[in-house]
């Protein structure tokens, strides 16, 4: 049997116009619409497939504000089997480091925990630090940018993409494992599926539920700040040039004034 634990997070809609807080710079979640990251889609899909493929339980892991509970319903209207919610204001403006100490006692609490899936980098802040910040904080193998995986026992094998080409890793369960965005083709939550998910277990805990000082955590203790932030200056209009015969050297020369040639 085995146990799996999925980190899922609710972010600021792609297609929405994000922009921070002018108080504190950090992300306004409230001025965007909110969605469960994609990459978190094929990450339920994954441990889904897994756990379709032999005996095991899925548990969807959460950190963030009392809205991303939408989120977390989506991945149980999936076919994941319950989650855990780490909701608390204290949490605001995190950063990795905090985030991946709450999410590693949160791991702790669940207990009895096999694979942890991931995404392999979050749509909002990109960092893509996390999951190898979780492996380290639980003593765990890292097996990141998973374009395939495969369970086979208590060994785990995957194929890893980077830049410079596919490395197959194995590595002794219990393990952390990140996917990329070619790791599968998510499926849509069914009528049923749903339906199921209103009934399922979510269990919500604060930092202190987990035993984690909420001095640790939150804007004030994160490592770094951002200290001015202003909006992207509008689209101008381009230049337009007609060609009287004589485009080619006009294109030319605004090339030049722009030092592109």
């Known amino acids: 049997m085995t146990n799996i634990v999925v980190l899922v997070k609710q972010v600021p809609d792609t297609y929405s116009e994000r922009k921070l807080n002018e108080n504190d710079h950090t992300l306004d979640r409230e001025s965007a619409d909110a969605v469960i990251d994609?990459?978190?889609?094929?990450?339920?899909?994954?441990?889904?497939?897994?756990?379709?493929?032999?005996?095991?339980?899925?548990?969807?892991?959460?950190?963030?504000?009392d809205r991303a509970t939408d989120a977390i319903r989506k991945a149980l209207s999936m076919?994941?089997?319950?989650?855990?919610?780490?909701?608390?204001?204290?949490?605001?403006?995190?950063?990795?480091?905090?985030?991946?100490?709450?999410?590693a006692a949160a791991v702790r609490k669940i207990g009895d925990v096999d694979l942890?899936?991931?995404?392999?980098?979050?749509?909002?802040?990109?960092?893509?630090?996390?999951?190898?910040?979780?492996a380290e904080l639980l003593g765990l193998p890292q097996l990141t940018h998973a374009r395939q995986v495969t369970v086979e026992g208590n060994s785990i094998k995957v194929a890893r993409e980077t830049e410079d080409g596919i490395t197959h890793l194995e590595a002794s369960l219990p393990a952390v494992v990140s996917v990329t965005e070619k790791i599968n083709e998510p499926r849509y939550p069914s009528f049923k599926g749903i339906m199921a998910a209103k009934k399922k277990p979510v269990e919500t805990l604060t930092v202190a539920d987990l035993g984690v000082d909420a001095g640790e955590v939150g804007l004030a203790n994160a490592g770094s700040t951002v200290l001015e932030a202003a909006p992207k200056p509008p689209r101008t209009a381009g230049q337009k040039i007609t060609d009287e015969g004589d485009g080619g050297t006009k294109v030319a020369e605004f090339l030049v004034a722009q030092k592109i040639i």
Request: aromatic share 0%; with cysteine; glycine share 12%.
């Open 38 to 65: 994609e990459i978190n889609e094929r990450a339920v899909e994954e441990a889904l497939k897994i756990k379709e493929a032999g005996e095991g339980e899925v548990t969807v892991l959460c950190v963030g504000p």
């Open 79 to 103: 076919g994941a089997d319950k989650a855990v919610h780490v909701s608390d204001e204290a949490l605001r403006g995190s950063d990795l480091i905090a985030t991946a100490k709450v999410l």
């Open 116 to 134: 942890i899936i991931a995404g392999n980098e979050a749509s909002d802040g990109r960092g893509g630090a996390v999951p190898a910040a979780l």
